[in-house]
């Protein structure tokens, strides 16, 4: 079965940047019209971050012209590359493909904290 393997969560200060990797295996991006990040925060429900979707990428407004989310087919990974990060953006990050047959694939979510 498809797995997503997250990578790249850690602490930063306000303004810092991480970059988000998600390793696909047992498949392949090919069989994927979508994939891309929900962050989960406290108490909270799992929220679109972005995606890239038919080869198009949107982003929620809170992001947009701060987080590029991008993949690389060859290597089966997405990217989600974090710049000028705040606090609100500390939440417990997911990636996650949407097949053309089956059910959505979800990554084990990585840590985002950023500090004021």
């Known amino acids: 079965q498809v797995q997503l393997d997250e990578s790249g969560g850690g602490l930063v200060q306000a303004g810092g940047s991480l970059r988000l990797s998600c390793a696909m295996s047992a498949d392949t991006f090919e069989n994927y019209n979508t994939l891309g990040w929900f962050r989960q925060a406290p108490g909270r429900g799992k929220d679109l971050v972005a995606h890239?979707?038919?080869?198009?990428?949107s982003y929620v407004d809170s992001v947009r012209g701060r987080f590029t989310i991008s993949k690389d087919n060859a290597k089966n990974t997405m990217y989600l590359q974090m710049d000028s990060l705040k606090p609100e953006d500390t939440a417990v990050y997911f990636c996650?493909?949407?097949?053309?047959?089956?059910?959505?694939?979800w990554g084990q979510g990585t840590q985002v904290t950023v500090s004021s």
């Open positions: 890239i979707s038919f080869g198009r990428a």
């Open positions: 996650y493909a949407d097949p053309r047959v089956g059910p959505r694939a």
